[in-house]
């Protein structure tokens, strides 16, 4: 896998690429700006990005707008978005069309080597990758008659895992079941919350988040 | 008692001395006794004592009403000037005299009283020929009254008591006279319509009665100047009648402008009504009523302020005081010598000074506390100012700290903690190590959210990074209960106003969580003329007070910092209603 890096933080910067050269994956470009990333993939797209929210000159949504922009014009580039704090606002504006090959994780996540990868490899190939502190925000939410007080303790974990776009293999992993009875638990949320069901991993993502935020 | 202090323009003028006026009236007494000398010594004379009144009639009521228009606007050269023509229109009588010099002098200025009348006409009321037209008119008037007089006399014209005449030719100067008067007759309607144009161009404010007569007065006396010049020139019959007319309608215009004199001290009488509207009413719109009595709608007040050594608007605004040019005139108002305010009113009006200086003088009081009114206002504006700097400067503040901590801190603290992780990736052999490195990054994590509470709290980067819309909504999703947000078609705005109204929802929703039990919220944002409107409201127990709560009380600060209203409806039990309205002009 191949994948460019857009950081102002040097430190980090090595950092982060530090830890994908040793998971063996080649760091095409080490960007300072998003211009410099965006000029980066003209010449020689990759196959993931990973993007600061806040980068030179202004600090405010530069790193959005790139990340906007290589959605649009490069769909095949997944784009993996970094921040300091993870926004509610921001994660829909990011999903705003679907969640294909995309993320948006808080800075911490790089810590967590092993998840950290494999969030990357799931948005590298199309499939999304979103902060469990997004969906558990929306989940604290008390609404009347609301269809997730029907949820079994064990739904609503499923539920989050699935909204921060784990496969059915990875919720099976997660949770130390089998995937059968991980396929099972999805089907019966879906039927529970009355969402029809979706095909794709990232559609399923992008429909969990519509009904939390609904 | 206030005192009034006029500020007239450079071309001020000091009043006549009144041993001058007297002068003056004893020397048209004088000229008159003079007339009835001439005139009984005359002997030929048809009817002496009816010419003698005649004359008297047309010069005397001029030369006094102009002496006392000096004495009262010596600004005006209306007065200089009624004097003038009085004097000047005596002269024709010389030629009731058979000293031939004299006699010469009174044929020529036979005619003169037409050429006079309508420049003194014309001149209303500055005593000057404002426009170009009547400039033209009256100079054409001499030349046909004075300089035709003296081709007619030089043809041997009237009679061979003169001095003038050149060569005999009766006829070219009869045909010469009837030229002469047939001009001043049209000159003399012409002036009638100049006088009419004028007037209909006045704004309807200043087109005031006594006025209104003396126009009327000075058209008829006109009409009636070429009515006679032209019956002179037809030898109609009834000239003699006619003459009697016109001189005594002429020698009322004088009388007419007396009596508009008589008017601005009758318009004094406003003062009272003033004096009574002012008792009345505590608070008044004091320019309202000072315009009313003043009879000038276009009248503004300002006040000094001696604290902030300058003018100042009813609204403490700093202003100047206007040219004085522009047809405006200022009189400043002291109190204890001290100066207070100034009323800035029409030119015309400065026609009439002793109205401005009683109207000034009965409305002192109240002037000195509408001063006092706007100088609070402009403490206001302020405190109002120096709130807002505050406000901003501890808003700048928070961002640098907030910005320091996420470009130094935080990124450091996740460095940390990839490098911890990194090595927990290399030490996976060993339980022990994998231990500790577990618990120093779980240290490591809990660092870093109450880092980014702080951060947070310090400033809402979001909203300056992609707009209250997307900040907003990031708020509402953390709230507990379900919250209908509408943001429709939010433009991006200041930052400060942004930033101000993220906090009002953000205060807002807190307190309906905390303190109201609210179980539903709206919250809807939208621009509405120039203003952001910002409204939060819970089905909550209400009896929020923004005095008792320092996140409410903070929250108006804010608000108001920024010129805008924060109100707060919270009856107990019917929930609480939180609307800011913000200026983002």
């Known amino acids: ?214 | 008692m206030a005192a009034v202090l006029p500020l007239l323009p450079e071309r001020h003028r000091a009043p006549p001395r009144p041993a001058l006026l007297w002068i003056l009236g004893l020397a048209a007494v004088a000229s008159c006794a003079v007339t009835a000398g001439l005139a009984s010594v005359n002997g030929q004379l048809y009817q002496p004592a009816l010419r003698v009144l005649l004359v008297s009639w047309i010069t005397l009521p001029y030369i006094f009403a102009g002496i006392v228009a000096w004495k009262r606007r010596p600004d005006s050269a209306f007065g200089p000037l009624m004097i003038l023509a009085g004097f000047v229109i005596q002269l024709s009588i010389l030629q009731w005299t058979n000293q031939p010099v004299l006699n010469t002098i009174g044929q020529l200025c036979d005619l003169l009283v037409a050429a006079v009348w309508l420049h003194v006409f014309l001149a209303y009321p500055s005593g000057r020929l404002a426009g170009r037209a009547e400039r033209v008119v009256v100079i054409m008037a001499y030349v046909a009254a004075v300089g035709l007089q003296l081709v007619i006399l030089m043809l041997g014209g009237f009679d061979d008591r003169h001095l003038l005449t050149v060569v005999e030719r009766r006829t070219a100067a009869e045909a010469m006279q009837n030229v002469q008067l047939l001009t001043l007759s049209a000159l003399a309607l012409i002036g009638v319509v100049l006088l009419w144009w004028r007037w209909s161009a006045l704004p309807r404010w200043q087109r005031r009665r006594p006025a209104q007569i003396l126009i009327n007065c000075f058209s008829l006396s006109l009409v009636m100047l070429a009515a006679l010049l032209t019956a002179g020139a037809f030898q109609l019959p009834g000239f003699e009648i006619i003459r009697l007319a016109t001189f005594a309608v002429a020698g009322l215009a004088p009388l007419a402008f007396l009596a508009g004199l008589l008017d601005a001290r009758l318009a004094k009488g406003g003062v009272g009504e003033l004096m009574v509207r002012l008792r009345a009413d505590p608070q008044p719109d004091l320019r309202e009523l000072l315009a009313q009595a003043l009879r000038d709608p276009t009248l503004s007040l300002i006040y000094w302020l001696p604290q902030y050594g300058s003018w100042a608007d009813q609204d403490g605004n700093p202003t100047n005081l206007p040219e004085l040019d522009n047809g405006r005139r200022v009189t400043i108002v002291k109190q204890n010598g001290e100066q207070v305010a100034a009323l800035v009113y029409d030119a015309t009006l400065g026609e009439e000074p002793e109205l401005v200086e009683a109207v000034s003088a009965a409305a002192g009081i109240a002037l000195e506390n509408g001063r006092l009114e706007a100088e609070l206002r402009a403490r206001l504006q302020d405190l109002q100012g120096s709130r807002t700097r505050a406000i901003e400067a501890q808003q700048n503040e928070r961002r640098r700290l907030e910005r320091n901590l996420h470009d130094g801190a935080q990124q450091r603290l996740v460095a940390l903690a990839l490098e911890l992780g990194l090595l927990a990736e290399q030490a996976e052999s060993d339980p022990a190590t994998q231990t500790r490195l577990k618990s120093a990054r779980s240290e490591l994590a809990q660092s870093l959210d109450e880092l980014r509470d702080i951060a947070r709290g310090l400033h809402p980067a979001v909203v300056s990074g992609h707009g209250l819309a997307v900040a907003l909504e990031s708020l509402v999703a953390a709230m507990p209960f379900e919250v209908q947000l509408t943001t429709d078609g939010l433009p991006r705005l200041p930052e400060q106003v942004e930033v101000a109204a993220y906090y009002v929802v953000s205060e807002s929703l807190t307190n309906a969580a905390k303190h109201a039990q609210a179980s539903r919220v709206s919250v809807d944002v939208g621009v509405a003329e120039d203003s952001m409107i910002v409204e939060v409201v819970d089905n909550g127990i209400g009896g929020a007070d923004s005095e008792r709560g320092t996140g409410l009380r903070g929250l108006a600060d804010r608000v108001e910092a920024l010129d805008g209203r924060l109100r707060i409806w919270s009856p107990a039990g019917k929930g609480t209603r939180v609307r800011a309205e913000l200026p983002c002009g």
């Not at chain 1, 969640?99 to 990357?120: C, M, N, P, Q, W």
């Not at chain 1, 638990?185 to 969990?208: D, H, M, N, Q, W």
Request: hydrophobic share 45%.
């Open chain 1, 1 to 214: 896998m191949r994948v460019a890096i857009a950081e102002d933080s040097v430190l980090l910067r090595e950092g982060v690429a530090q830890l994908l050269t040793d998971a063996h994956i080649e760091v095409t470009a080490r960007c300072g700006t998003a211009d410099e990333l965006l000029a980066c993939i003209v010449h020689d797209p990759p196959d993931a990005v990973i993007v600061d929210i806040r980068l030179p000159p202004t600090h405010t949504d530069e790193g959005m707008r790139a990340a906007l922009t290589i959605r649009q014009q490069y769909p095949d580039v997944g784009v993996l978005v970094l921040s300091q704090y993870v926004e509610v606002g921001l994660a829909m504006q990011l999903l705003a069309d679907s969640a294909e090959g995309v993320g948006y994780l808080l800075k911490d996540r790089v810590s967590e080597v092993k998840e950290f990868i494999a969030a990357l490899r799931r948005v590298a190939d199309g499939g999304s990758a979103l902060d469990p502190t997004i969906v558990s925000t929306m989940l604290k939410r008390h609404r009347s008659s609301d269809p997730l007080d029907s949820l079994t303790p064990r739904e609503r974990e499923v539920l989050e895992l699935m909204a921060t776009g784990a496969s059915n293999a990875g919720i099976a992993d997660s949770m130390v079941i089998t995937q059968r009875a991980a396929e099972k638990y999805v089907s019966t949320i879906f039927t529970k919350l009355g969402i029809p069901a979706t095909g794709s991993e990232s559609r399923r993502v992008l429909a969990v988040l519509l009904f939390l935020r609904s």
